[in-house]
């Protein structure tokens, strides 16, 4: 699967949803038009658990599935849940003991999941991301979380040393917040593996077509 990411690059779409068959809609819909990859995302976890993230396994088939788990504690357990509800990887905080991440990339490894480690709110992204190289973390995801984009008007495209940097770690990369069409397209020069959308996709009126917009854009169509 690591491969199968590093070899292209992806769409994900982040369901931040609480109403399940809202969620299920777009699932359906962004599957179709293209999207390489499915977010479960977190208030969608807590809202519908572990039957919500099999429901959407259902209709995404055999898509890539990714529960944003955003584990802070007991990081085995989160993964064991995870794959309880078919989902190929789990997001970790990055800002959190290295002892949470290690036991959350040492199951990973024997259920076969990868494990992706969210930088939201981490200060130094470029040091933090060296240490969990380190660690066996999969996916680096650089996050402008929503509050932060509200209060300080940026987003993940204002990072784009961060992604230079990190790349030549040889971990896969995923950038996230505030992202539309117009700002991947900026992106594209960049040795970003993982674009994730959520608003533009998930609030627009047709989804699949938001979806394929952006997947055009993506594969250079």
Known sequence: MFEKIKSRKNLQVALDFIDINDALKVAEASSRAGANIIEVGTPLVKASGIEGMKKVREVVKDKIMLADMKT???GDVEVIIANNANANIITVLGI??????????EKASELGMLVQADLINVKDVVCRAKQLKSLGVDIVGLHVGL????????????????????SELGVLISVAGGLNKERISMLLDLPINIFVVGGAITRSK???TSTLDIVNIINGN
């Open 72 to 74: 802070a504690d007991a």
């Open 96 to 105: 959190m003991d290295d002892s949470t991440i290690k036991s959350a990339v």
């Open 147 to 166: 509050d932060v984009q509200k209060t300080r008007g940026i987003s993940v495209a204002d990072m784009k040393g961060e992604i230079k940097e990190i």
């Open 206 to 208: 047709d989804p699949y």
